[in-house]
């Protein structure tokens, strides 16, 4: 049975994202891509509604067990890091909403997922998303290449182990970043 997973590149201007399925076998299937815009003219509550009602809609769709966030990760451009952060977390709290997890994935982790190289551009990348998912030409624009390659990334690392509730169990690399993290928001120790 094909694992469907959902990536998403967040971003309050352009947020792309990709769906596709996985088979056991690793072998990849696209679904659909694209990417949900927000004016950059209108308030920022408004945008993010825009970006919320868009990925509510793709969870509709689509149905994925499992979805893929790119991490945020600090830039220079405290306002881009901003976007970036709220775009996040309204797809946090979408997948959230339906009983679904997160897979966390830094730019370098996809990068190497993908091309074998975490420092890859974006031309790289795009071009093995093409490859891997057997695709006339690169998927447009990079946002919704980006999103493609973070659910290709959080398929591989999960592989086909879903629970019968259709979660996507967690890696041992995945339970030990977990657990590191309740560890220093709590002050408890990790699970056994």
């Known amino acids: 049975m094909a694992l469907r997973v959902l990536g998403i590149d967040p971003g309050l201007t352009r947020c792309g994202i ?10 990849a299937t696209l679904v659909y891509y694209g990417v949900i815009r927000s004016s950059s003219d209108a308030e920022v509550e408004s945008r993010l509604l825009s970006i919320s009602e868009g990925i509510d809609a793709a969870l509709d769709q689509y149905v994925p067990q499992a979805v893929a ?6 830039q220079h451009n405290l306002r881009t ?18 009983g679904l997890r997160v897979g966390h994935h830094t730019p370098s982790e996809v990068k190497a997922a993908i091309t074998g190289y975490g420092s890859a551009d974006k031309k790289q990348v795009a071009t093995m998303v093409t490859r891997i998912l057997r695709l006339a030409a690169p998927p447009t624009p990079a946002d919704a290449a980006d999103a493609l390659a973070l659910a290709l990334c959080h398929a591989w690392r999960i592989g086909s182990s879903v629970t019968p509730t259709g979660m996507a169990a967690e890696t041992p690399a995945q339970r030990a970043w977990l657990d590191a993290e309740r560890v220093s928001r709590r002050g408890r120790p990790p699970r056994a």
Do not use: C, H, W, Y
């Open 18 to 27: 990709g769906v596709i399925d996985v088979a056991p076998n690793r072998e």
């Open 69 to 74: 966030v790119e991490r945020v990760f600090a």
């Open 81 to 98: 890091v901003m976007g970036t952060a709220q775009a996040s977390g309204i797809a946090l709290a979408a997948a959230a909403k339906r």
